[in-house]
């Protein structure tokens, strides 16, 4: 072999082994490459699942954190809410056995507006507010039971030793007020028995003048205790030395008084009476006793019951009285109206409600309380 085909070859022989470490080394280096990649990816995805527990533990940290607050929320609410209950309680208790209302009235209006703002605090989330308003309540309702006690028993020593002017007897267990009502203008109150009580004002011992006046505002008096109570009148100018001889009488008139609310409970007292016109004259007199005796058969059966009264004109055909079911009253005055349309020679004069005097009251006799009952 010559030099020169040696050197050739040897020429190509070393840019074969160039070309065979050049393509070595890219295979180490794509490998390598591979690798680096492969690592790379391993790398993101366990830095992946480390971000994602990472940010369930923050969750689930933040879900302990989140039912914690509400744990220690729903706890500070429940107790605002026991705290607001409790002295509720207190409150009622105070007004069951000293009535609040009745002595206090501005203390108790306090202490009403004191409880609206710590309900308001628990609306709004404020069960700080909420609980230190129930202990101002709590200071309250004390100096408002001392306050009530004290004027209670001043009232008491000193209605002792008044007189009563007695106006009815209403189905009642407790002590009320109607205000300052009275016939002399002063406070219309409760003297219960049991499950009636008395109604009455205190006066001087002493006949009232039989005036228009007098006698309007006993009947505007009994009226306006009608609104609320069924009643068993008693009569005008019923007034009665003391209260223990008041709560005596109520004593042994007890089942009588029972009876006689049970009769007119839900009731209400019209009364109708039947005019002749001017310019009427009756041929036959037996034409009045038709038309009257229709006008009571009508009215009767929607009334529970009736009496009749003086006849104290010859204008005055009928002059009764209906004892009526309050929810009954429009079909009564729709009846009434009827009979007018039909009789038009007379005139009805329809009226009411008044207390029912024409069937139950009471009046003060030799025996004491007496209850009387018309059938």
């Known amino acids: 072999m010559t030099k020169e085909k040696y050197v050739k070859l040897r020429k190509k022989r070393l840019k074969e082994r160039d070309e065979r470490l050049k393509k070595q080394r890219e295979r180490i280096k794509a490998q390598r490459e591979k690798e680096r990649a492969t690592r ?42 026991d705290a607001i209950s409790s ?9 069951k056995k000293t009535k609040l209302s009745l002595y206090v009235p501005k203390l108790t209006k306090e202490i009403s507006e004191t409880l609206t703002d710590a309900e308001k605090g628990i609306e709004s989330a404020d069960y700080a507010k909420a609980i230190k308003l129930t202990y101002e309540i709590r200071e309250l309702v004390e100096k408002a039971r001392l306050e009530a006690s004290r004027k209670a028993e001043e009232k008491r020593r000193r209605r002792k030793k008044e007189a009563k002017y007695l106006y009815c007897i209403i189905p009642d267990s407790e002590e009320k007020s109607f205000g300052n009502i009275g016939i002399n203008n002063k406070e219309v ?48 100018s019923t007034v009665i030395k003391h209260e223990r001889i008041l709560t005596h009488l109520l004593k042994k008139a007890y089942d009588p008084a029972r009876e006689c609310l049970k009769l007119v409970d839900n009731t209400a007292e019209l009364g109708v009476k039947a005019v002749l016109n001017n310019d009427i004259v009756f041929a036959a007199p037996e034409k009045k006793k038709e038309y009257i005796s229709d006008i009571l058969t009508s009215l009767n059966t929607t009334a529970k019951q009736a009496v ?18 309050k929810e009954d009253i429009n079909k009564f005055s729709k009846k009434v109206t009827n009979l007018q349309e039909k009789y038009p020679m007379l005139k009805l004069l329809y009226s009411g409600p008044w207390a029912p005097y024409n069937f139950v009251h009471i009046k003060i006799g030799t025996q004491g309380m007496e209850i009387t009952k018309n059938r």
């Open 40 to 81: 790379l990816r391993k790398w993101a995805e366990l830095a992946t699942r480390k971000r994602k527990i990472e940010q369930q533990l923050e969750k689930a940290r933040l879900e302990q954190l989140r039912q914690k607050k509400a744990r220690l929320e729903e706890e500070k609410r429940k107790k605002a809410k």
């Open 87 to 95: 002295v509720r309680a207190a409150v009622e208790e105070a007004e």
């Open 189 to 236: 109150y409760t003297i219960p028995y049991r499950k009636v009580a008395a109604v009455v004002s205190d006066s001087p011992m002493k006949d009232y003048e039989t005036t228009e006046d007098n006698i309007r505002k006993h009947e505007t008096i009994l009226r306006q205790i009608m609104k609320e109570h069924t009643i068993v009148p008693a009569e005008f």
């Open 308 to 325: 009749t009264g003086e006849i104290f004109s010859d204008k005055l055909l009928l002059n009764a009285s209906f004892m009526v079911n």
